[in-house]
Structure formats: structure tokens, C-alpha cells
């Protein structure tokens, strides 16, 4: 908005008829309005050589998109035109291998990446194995490195409603624009060692490998400070692995993926422990004692420095809170006292854990800010984790999809529900332990519908109904291919007779959470 100058103001009317003798010597009047008229004519230049003929400076308008208090508005119907694009890209890259197709090999990746000049090299990463619990200490991690003042990029899968949020830059997925010009960027290089590999009679990278080189490129476009990656599946030969972390942490480690990773635990953490680097600092959880001593030899071999819950650190105290929990964590540096945490269940606290203590390693192992652990914790999120949806009646959603997920589940429910009526919608991948699965479920539900996910990995909905019959009593199980049907039939039952304290819970695959979770926002 131009400030008012003098002039602004109109000059005075000239006087019609001639002009009287007197005037032909300018008297102070005449002078005061020559003057208001040169101020007028000033203004007027200053006016058309002004951005809003000219355009702006370039230089001023790079300044004032670089500040974080402006907003920048996006046009409605090109966001609208890239989402489409985005869907194509990922239509495309589907017709990969499927990602928990795991090839014993990072030569593709590697190679992929050595072209685009090594991005995965242009910044500290923070790298997350583990069978549960990755994705959820991932953003207590991310939450407290951006609490702490660093631009985060965040690796994680699947996703739940949109393939953006496998990449994430400062805790949002990536947007639209951004996905396809790092699309863009890597396209012709993955087609190169498509080919190569090709020519040697070896496969095309896989969907999970496209996206690990699109997720490193574009973290090192934005640019970011710190990477926190989760692993897709195992570790020694998944794609991630060609980054090295300077902090590792290993999650609760349990049987899931058998048929790729191995059917005992220590074949399983033998996997998993493939993520640790030399010299790094590895944080782990409480492991079973068949996996301990794996992890302990890997450390020891690689000179790194070990961390473990219930040894060097602990969940000193966990008290039920409105919407989550309030904590005490004691780490190698600290104790935090009276940390709010939104989320549900004992096995998030000690999600927290881990990630507390890995952010305080990543930053050379002195303690943290209160005021940054407690902000950052009462700021997270984890979505389809035990996640409430829905009220009249409450909808939960929970991507629980091993017996391990399903038993930290129960616990958490009953801790942090007064539920007496449950149904529950449930929907399986082929390759999972369902009748381990089932089996944890059924102590806690009243009745159980069987459905499925829309993905050609979902267990044959008869199939596991017959399984589900066997476990549960016959009467107890309803079927329905479509999940709505099977949401609504599942809130039917779960207020039949009016008695309160019915819920439904949707669980069994993160698929069918993502599917649960658009249903019910898009209805709300």
C-alpha cells in the first residue's frame, strides 16, 4: 500500500476567463500550488517506475519467498494437475517388482546413485531396522532434530494415504511439484541401469529401489541437515543400506517376513544388524535373548557403541494421560521428567526412548533441552497407529500385521480403552502368520469381520474366514470383500443391543488401515 504524500491531493481549479494583469508576477498562492503540482509529478514517476508497473525486484521478491513467515499459494487446479501426474508416476513405477521382493543385491541402487553424484553422501543419517515400531520412532526422531532448529527429510514405508509421504521434508510429505521433479531428475539414470541390468540378464530396480534413489535425491535437492530412514524390509540387503548411519537404532526384532529374512530370530536379527557402519552408536530396544547376543557381536565387530533399553536407559515411569501418556525417560545423559507423549500403549513409550536417546547420540551424546524433548514429544504424531478415528461409535485403526504388533496392541487397548463391546475389521497380506495373527486378536473381540485390502498381496477373503471360524466361534465371524460394507456391518454389531462401550477396530495391514482411514475422513 503507497504511503498519502502531498501529492494526493488535487491542485487547486485554474480560474476561467483571462488572466488578470496582477498574476503575471507569481504571488505566494500561485507559488505554493506550483509546488503542490512538482510534488504531484514526482509522486506520479515514482508511481509508474514502481513494482506495480515495472514488476518487482527480483532480488526483493527472492528475499521475501526465502522467509518462513510467508505463505506461498498454490494454485488449486495445477496442485490438482500434479497430484494426477504424481498418480501416473506411481502407476508406473508399480509395474516394478513389488518392494517386499528383496533382491540380495545393492548394486542397482549404488549404481543409480553414483550417477546422480552419491546425494545419500550429502548428509548425516539417522537409520531405523527393526520388525515394529520403525515408522512411529521415526517421527519422535524427526520431531526432535526440527525441534531442535535442523530441516529433516523422513524415508518411510508404506504409506498410509498418499505414495508423498514415503518422502517427507520437515515432517510433511513431499509435495506434488517436488515428487515430479525429482522424478524427473533420476528417471533417465534408473532407465540407464534398467538397461544395463538388463543386458546381463539381471532384473530392473524394484518399485521399493526406485523410490529409495527418488527419496536420497530429493533430500539432498531440498537440501537437508539429517535423513531418517526406515528400512523396508531386513537390512543388509535392503535398499536403504547404501547410506551409512552415524546413529542406528534397532527396534523390537521378531519373526515377520520368513520366507525372505529366515524362520529363526537369529537369522532374522543376523538381517537386520546388516544397517550398522563402523564407529557408529546403535541404539537398541529390549531384545528378545535369542537376538541379543547377534546384535552384541555385530557392535563389538564393528567397534560401535552399544545403547540398550533396560540397561543403559529405561522407561522410569508411564502414568495414563487424556489423549496419550505422561513419561519419565532416563537416558545415558538425562532423566526428562513429565513428557507428554499422544500416543497410546507402553511399547510407544519406549519408542520414545530410543528415538530420545539416538537424537541426544546424533548430537555427540550430551543430554537435550527439557523444553525441546517436551515439545517435540507432545507435537507427535504416528497415523493407523492405535489411532482414533471416529466417535458413536469409536472407530481405532492400528496397522498391527505380525503376532508381535498384535500382542502390543492388545496390551495397549486395554490400558488405554474402557471398551466392553469390540468388533473388528480385519484384512490380511498373503505371506503373513495368519492364524499366529488371529489367534492375538480374538481375546479381544467380540466378533470379527473378514475383508480385505484392494491390493492383489491380500490373504482370499474365504480363505481366512474358514481359519477365522476355526479360531473364533463360527457365529462370531462375518464376511464382506469390501471394506465399507465391512466397517458398517462392524458398527452394526458393535452397538447392537445399545449397550455402551462398543467400538469397531480396523487392523491386520497397514493397506487396509491407508483404505480405512480415506473412508472414514471422506464421510466425516
Known sequence: ?????????????????PTPASAATPDSAELAAREVQAEHDRAAQELVSSG????????????????????????????????????????????????????????????VLDLLGEPQRAYP?????????????????????????????????????????????????????????????????????????????????????????MGYAAFADAPVDVAVVETGMGGRWDATNVADGVVEILTPISRDHEQWLGHTLPEIAGEKVGILTPGSTVVSAEQHEEVVPVVREAVQALGARLVVDGQDMEVVDRQLAVGGQMLVLRTPAATYTDVFLPLHGAHQAHNALLAVAAVEAFFGGGSLSGEVVEHALASVDSPGRLELVRTSPTVLVDAAHN????????????ESFDLRRVVGVVGLMADKDAEGILSGLEPMLTEIVITRAATDRAHDVEDLAELARDIFDPERVHVTDRIDEAIDLAAARAEYGGEPGGAVLVTGSVVLVGEARFLLRRGS
Open 403 to 414: 503376532p508381535a504388533g498384535v500382542e502390543v496392541l492388545r496390551a495397549a487397548l486395554e
Open 125 to 213: 543419517v539417522i537409520h531405523i531396522a527393526g520388525t515394529n515400531g520403525k515408522t512411529s520412532t521415526a517421527r519422535v526422531v524427526e520431531r526432535l532434530l526440527r525441534e531442535r532448529g535442523l530441516r529433516t527429510g523422513r524415508f518411510t514405508s508404506p504409506h498410509l494415504s498418499t505414495v508423498r509421504e514415503r518422502i517427507a521434508l520437515d515432517g510433511e510429505p513431499i509435495s506434488p511439484e517436488a515428487f515430479l521433479r525429482t522424478w524427473e531428475d533420476v528417471a533417465p539414470y534408473i532407465e540407464m541401469v534398467d538397461e544395463r541390468s538388463r543386458a546381463g540378464g539381471g532384473p530392473r530396480l524394484s518399485f521399493f529401489e526406485v523410490f529409495v534413489v
Open 52 to 111: 506495480l508497473f515495472s514488476g518487482p525486484d527480483p532480488t526483493v521478491v527472492d528475499d521475501v519467498l526465502a522467509s518462513p513467515d510467508v505463505t506461498v499459494v498454490v494454485d488449486p487446479v495445477a496442485r490438482a494437475q500434479a497430484e494426477t501426474e504424481v498418480h501416473r508416476v506411481y502407476t508406473e513405477i508399480l509395474t516394478r517388482a513389488p518392494e517386499h521382493d528383496v533382491q540380495p543385491s545393492l548394486d542397482r541402487v549404488r549404481e
Open 1 to 17: 500500500m503507497l504511503s498519502r504524500r502531498a501529492g494526493d491531493h488535487a491542485a487547486p481549479p485554474a480560474a476561467s476567463g
